[in-house]
């Protein structure tokens, strides 16, 4: 009965401020029970990234048709016209949690200082010291996104064209697994190299035995990646099942944390604060010896949420070029453009798929970025390079000031003496 109201802009953003969880689906106002968020396979975060916003092509892309239709009966409403995009709460730092002895949600400013009783009771001052008063939740001038140069119209001729594309992927096939072409050849490589490295090291050849290991491990931490898209039986329990084992128990991955974080760099890729695959600084503190491609050369830009999903993916996407016979190399992620348009696809169509995708791009004026190996280390060395230089300046302005304070500092005090 609800899914046949009308819901305005303003009825929307009343309902969220509120504390509700609604996304736009194919014209529909979709609210997701706090029950749901909690048990989401791709992540509670993954939701709440769009919030108040359209995300039909991201919802067509990470789910099966099944879950498509069960999405109905969570429908409230529907909209009219092109939706005109809020902001999720969560992108100014907003989000409802579980607060107080009975679990109720209530809005929490991310970042801030959580101070209980307990605390309070033993350093009263702390409160006063840590904890900078906030408001007790949005309001509306947080949903209005910022101006955006994008066209409204222009993306949602991108998207319209991009389901297009994505029906031919699914009328070519192109979703059915491999099992023996693709995965047969991945089986014999993980066999051979777990084999060599136990033979290795039975004759305590030690260094050699890492190394294989080493090999095996790299080569199965692609199939674990196939099974956190779904990407290998497109099934959700037979996949996670899967995954635990090869990557929790085989690698000392846990492959739920993982998929929880990956989701979110899939939908917000390249965001400078809200991908979690480009905060790398704990990294390098331990070595910054990384060969990394992909993404790290191309934007950071935030476009807002006026930017439809394959502008995004391929503004902050790259693919590496490679021949047939070394993709294995690369686990099929050299093909990066059009893994992240169709994260489901299995690895092992992704290059039969890739062809579409150009076309598509060409037709829509969007750039296909690809590079090959070296080319592609370059651009982001050639990258790195030109953020080094910006923080160069900064720090010779940093050192200008101070010399300039400490010069007034120091003629003051031969004043005084």
């Given amino acids: ?36 968020l909690d048990i989401h396979p791709g992540g509670f975060l993954t939701i709440l990234h769009f919030i108040g916003r359209d995300a039909t092509d991201e919802i067509q892309a990470y789910h099966d048709d099944d879950t498509l239709k069960r999405l109905q009966k969570f429908a409230i409403g529907t909209v009219d016209g092109l939706w005109q995009p809020l902001q999720p709460p969560i992108m100014t730092g907003w989000r409802r949690r579980p607060v107080g002895p009975n679990g109720q949600r209530e809005w929490v400013k991310e970042g801030d200082t959580l101070i209980t009783k307990e605390d309070t009771d033993l350093s009263p001052s702390a409160q006063v010291l840590l904890v900078e008063k906030q408001p007790g939740g949005p ?35 192109l979703y059915k697994t491999p099992f023996i072409t693709g995965y047969g050849p991945e089986l014999a490589r993980y066999l051979l190299f777990s084999g060599l490295s136990a033979y290795a090291y039975f004759n305590n050849w030690l260094f050699t035995s890492a190394v294989f290991l080493g090999m095996f491990w790299h080569q199965l931490v692609f199939t674990c990646h196939d099974l956190g898209h779904r990407g290998v039986t497109a099934d959700v329990t037979w996949d996670r099942l899967i995954s635990v084992f090869l990557a929790d128990f085989v690698g000392g991955l846990s492959i739920g944390w993982w998929v929880d974080s990956h989701n979110v760099h899939h939908l917000v890729t390249n965001h400078p604060s809200h991908d979690p695959d480009i905060q790398l600084l704990p990294f390098f503190a331990v070595t910054p010896d990384f060969i990394v491609l992909s993404h790290y050369s191309m934007s950071t830009a935030d476009m807002g949420p006026t930017e439809s999903f394959p502008r995004r993916q391929l503004r902050t996407t790259t693919d590496v070029t490679c021949p047939p016979s070394l993709q294995f190399l690369h686990g099929g992620l050299h093909l990066q453009v ?80």
Avoid: C
Wanted: aromatic share 6%; proline share 5%; hydrophobic share 40%.
């Fill in 1 to 36: 009965m609800g899914a046949t109201i009308k819901l305005t802009r303003e009825q929307v953003a009343a309902r969220i401020l509120k504390g509700e969880h609604i996304v736009i689906y194919n014209q529909q106002a979709i609210r997701v029970p706090d029950s749901w």
């Fill in 139 to 173: 309001s509306l001038p947080n949903l209005i996104p910022p101006p955006s140069s994008l066209n409204l119209k222009q993306e949602a001729q991108h998207s319209a064209a991009y389901r297009k594309l994505h029906q031919r992927v699914k009328e070519a096939g």
């Fill in 338 to 417: 059009t893994h992240h348009l169709f994260p489901r696809l299995p690895r092992h169509n992704l290059r039969a798929a890739s062809a579409l995708v150009k076309v598509f791009a060409k037709e829509q004026g969007l750039t296909y970025n690809e590079f090959g190996f070296v080319e592609g280390n370059k651009d982001v060395v050639n990258h790195l390079r030109g953020v080094a230089e910006q923080i160069a300046i900064l720090g010779r302005v940093a050192e200008a000031e101070v010399r300039e304070q400490l010069e007034v500092h120091n003629g003051k005090g031969i004043k005084a003496l």
